[in-house]
């Protein structure tokens, strides 16, 4: 198998107090972000939050207004895009359309220099890793989008980088190929070790393959963390509520701040953005919202329930239920399917909230 940056090699890429404005809009705002070596770090945000720009200035495609970008330590400011040893796949698949899949393939390496047999045995090496051996003669209309961004994985690997670069490198395949394509990135990435950096604005993408999810807001990053831990213990009240479906409930916050009282239960409030420091952590009782996951809330069946079921979405192992409150607020929750059966449309309902601690903004 053809050897790429292992993971012993693999540098580490370190984004410091990164800047970049266009016509006084910040695009990124003192962006702070390392990518440990060998890992993938998903940049994720809504449009406009600075992901595609920060990838670029990495690959010197683009520059900061200050800051620096790091490579195993080392400032790459002066070094120029084409000498960064960096492969790069784009959401287009921005393949050559006179190049069959192996010239694609190759065409980094006559760049640099490698004579023209080593090149197609390494170009065919590089197919093969992506699965495409038995395509190396077709041209990109004579391919799909999956088949064409495995032609331009392969195109980026082949100069055996240090790192790789994926802005939204799914985000036009359609949805079953996209999933596979997705984990045979995350498998090949792994097995390889090396450094990536993948834009997304696809929170269940970026949950799914990165090592590490940073979450970006305005330029700026509100959260680094698994993806575990970015879903289960958000840093800040717009990380919850990106990341998965959050229910917001109306609430009455104690004048101590420490519990909330909502859907006639009182809950314990969770410090969120200590770790961070994002937060004040001091709040006057009073009305607020109160973010609750939808795997934490239960509905029961009953006459005198102040919700009213409106929608049953059937999902294969849970049923997610949607309720309404008399005020008019929704509520969402996901009730295993077998145990769903009563929750028809129309139906009242008591909202039961799981004893965890909430977040309340
Ligand atoms: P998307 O998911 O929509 O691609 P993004 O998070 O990748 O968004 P960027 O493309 O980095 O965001 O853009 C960040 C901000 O900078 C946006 O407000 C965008 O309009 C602006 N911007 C980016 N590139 C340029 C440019 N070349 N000229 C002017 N404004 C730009």
Known sequence: APSS???????????????????GVAALDGLDLTVDPGTLMCLLGPSGCGKTTALRIIAGLEHGDGGEVRVGGQDIARVPANKRDMGMVFQSYSLFPNLDALDN?????????????KRRTRAGELLELVGLAAHAEKYTHQMSGGQQQRVALARALAIEPRVLLLDEPLSAL?????????????????????TTVFVTHDQEEALSVADQVAVMRAGRLEQCAAPADVYADP????????????????GTLAADGQTVEVAGRRLVVREAGQRSGQRSGQRSGGEVAVLIRPEAVRFE????????????????PITRITAVLPDGTEVLSDVPSASAGELVPGRRASV?????????V
């Open 5 to 23: 940056a292992s993971a012993a090699s693999a540098p580490s890429v370190e984004l410091v107090k990164l800047s970049r404005s266009f016509g």
């Open 105 to 117: 393939v190759a065409f980094g390496l006559r760049m640099r220099g490698w004579g023209a047999a």
């Open 174 to 194: 359609d949805a079953v190929v996209r999933v596979q394509l997705r984990e045979e990135i995350r498998s090949l990435q792994t097995r390889l070790g090396i």
């Open 235 to 250: 840093a800040t009240a717009f990380v919850a509520e990106f990341i998965g479906t959050m229910n917001r409930l109306p």
């Open 301 to 316: 069946p009953s006459e005198d329930g102040a919700a009213t079921v409106r929608l049953a979405g059937f999902r294969g």
């Open 352 to 360: 039961v909230l799981e004893d965890a601690p909430v977040m309340v």
